[in-house]
């Protein structure tokens, strides 16, 4: 049983930015789009990496005010 998965090693794909593993002939997000999808797969992405940063200040809020909760009750 493997707790971590395999490392592999990955190089950045000069037309998309993106990280692919490097023993693809390919990049794997981007070859065989055209520009357009291209730029539409690249928007979609940011959407995504917009929405788990959001999550992540929410978290943060939550751990504040229970550090906080938990700093007035023990207070009292
Ligand atoms: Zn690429």
Redesign the pocket.
């Known amino acids: 049983m493997y707790l971590l998965p395999p490392f592999r090693h990955k190089t950045s ?6 990280k ?1 593993p490097k023993d693809e002939p ?6 065989g789009l055209s520009d357009t999808e ?1 730029s539409q797969y690249l928007d979609t992405r940011n959407d995504g990496a917009e929405d788990i940063r959001d999550l992540g200040k929410l978290f943060i809020y939550i751990a504040i005010l229970l550090a906080i909760t938990t700093f007035l009750v023990a207070l009292s």
């Open positions: 794909c000069m037309r998309c930015g993106l692919y390919n990049c794997t997000h981007c070859y291209l």
